[in-house]
């Protein structure tokens, strides 16, 4: 799980909300928060120990620069920290086949990764929804923030379809970024009522299959996830992917143990 990079008072920290620890563990593994910044060998060390990756959500926006374009609203928080290694990152675990499982930024992150963009504020695109979340109030409790918003619509035969066996159910929303242009290789998993990208996954890489679970969601199925069946099946998935993974590419561990 990388962390996000937050200025409280006069100094920096390391920051990851508790809601994604807790659904990590929710998911039968254990959280391991690494720092919002790691160089290149950081990374390969992080990954041969990881059996999965969680891309969390954050305030903060990947930075226009990666799809090439100028910051539209300066007043919104950016992490380049952030961005100048889980991008790479993102990359790395998908080549190497570690499951992977991102909300939000992390949704928008993968795709920006992969060669795609984003819409920097969705809203005012034509023909789409204010997917910022109701109401627009810095006070509103988070019961009011999270909750369910509209319904999505899953596509037939991927990822999300296998998980959720519904055609459709309803989520929140709390973003007003999303995607624009999908990465090459991405598949939608489904969309919003208005054909906004609300999850995908990735079948390939410049051209080679990505081997192993991964799945990448707009919402935030953390939220009260062990109340929720939809964020149940989703994390309950990616953990059984993790042990499968672990259990390829190091010694199983004994039944006993893993209960």
Same mark, same amino acid.
């Given at each position: 799980?990388?962390?996000? *990079?937050?200025?409280?008072?006069?100094?920096?920290?390391? /920051?990851?909300?508790?809601?994604? /620890?807790?659904?990590?563990?929710?998911?039968?593994?254990?959280?391991?928060?690494?720092?919002?910044?790691?160089?290149?060998?950081?990374?390969?060390?992080?990954?041969?120990?990881?059996?999965?990756?969680?891309?969390?959500?954050?305030?903060? *926006?990947?930075?226009?620069?990666?799809?090439?374009?100028?910051?539209?609203?300066?007043?919104?928080?950016?992490? @380049?920290?952030?961005?100048?290694?889980?991008?790479?990152? /993102?990359?790395?675990?998908?080549? %190497?086949?570690?499951?992977?499982?991102?909300?939000?930024?992390?949704?928008?992150?993968?795709?920006?990764?992969?060669?795609?963009?984003?819409?920097?504020?969705?809203?005012?695109?034509?023909?789409? *929804?204010?997917?910022?979340?109701? @109401? #627009?109030?810095?006070?509103?409790? @988070?019961?009011?923030?999270?909750?369910?918003?509209?319904? +999505?619509? +899953?596509?037939?035969?991927?990822?999300?379809?296998?998980?959720?066996?519904?055609?459709?159910?309803?989520?929140?929303?709390?973003?007003?970024?999303?995607?624009?242009?999908?990465?090459?290789?991405?598949?939608?998993?489904? %969309?919003?009522?208005?054909?906004? +990208?609300?999850?995908?996954?990735?079948?390939? /890489?410049?051209?080679?299959?990505?081997?192993?679970? *991964?799945?990448?969601? #707009?919402?935030?199925?953390?939220?009260?996830?062990?109340?929720?069946?939809?964020?149940?099946?989703?994390?309950?998935?990616?953990?059984?992917?993790? +042990?499968?993974?672990?259990?390829?590419?190091?010694?199983?561990?004994?039944?006993?143990?893993?209960?």
């Amino acid at each position: 799980m990388p962390s996000c *990079n937050r200025q409280v008072g006069d100094h920096p920290f390391h /920051i990851a909300g508790k809601k994604y /620890i807790d659904a990590v563990r929710l998911a039968g593994c254990q959280p391991l928060v690494v720092p919002g910044a790691a160089d290149a060998r950081e990374m390969q060390t992080l990954l041969d120990l990881a059996d999965g990756v969680f891309l969390t959500g954050s305030p903060s *926006n990947v930075h226009p620069s990666h799809f090439e374009e100028a910051v539209h609203d300066p007043s919104l928080p950016l992490d @380049p920290e952030r961005d100048a290694w889980t991008l790479p990152f /993102i990359r790395a675990a998908l080549e %190497r086949g570690i499951p992977l499982f991102a909300i939000c930024r992390g949704f928008q992150e993968t795709n920006v990764a992969l060669g795609g963009s984003l819409h920097q504020a969705v809203q005012e695109v034509e023909g789409k *929804n204010d997917h910022r979340g109701a @109401p #627009q109030d810095p006070k509103a409790p @988070p019961e009011v923030v999270y909750a369910p918003a509209h319904p +999505v619509h +899953v596509q037939s035969g991927g990822v999300l379809a296998a998980i959720v066996d519904q055609a459709e159910f309803q989520v929140n929303s709390v973003h007003g970024q999303g995607v624009n242009q999908l990465a090459p290789g991405l598949r939608v998993e489904a %969309r919003a009522p208005d054909g906004l +990208v609300e999850a995908f996954s990735a079948e390939a /890489i410049a051209g080679r299959p990505v081997q192993g679970f *991964n799945l990448c969601v #707009q919402w935030h199925p953390e939220w009260l996830a062990a109340h929720n069946p939809i964020s149940q099946k989703l994390f309950r998935a990616f953990g059984d992917a993790c +042990v499968l993974y672990r259990d390829r590419h190091r010694a199983p561990q004994p039944a006993a143990l893993r209960a």
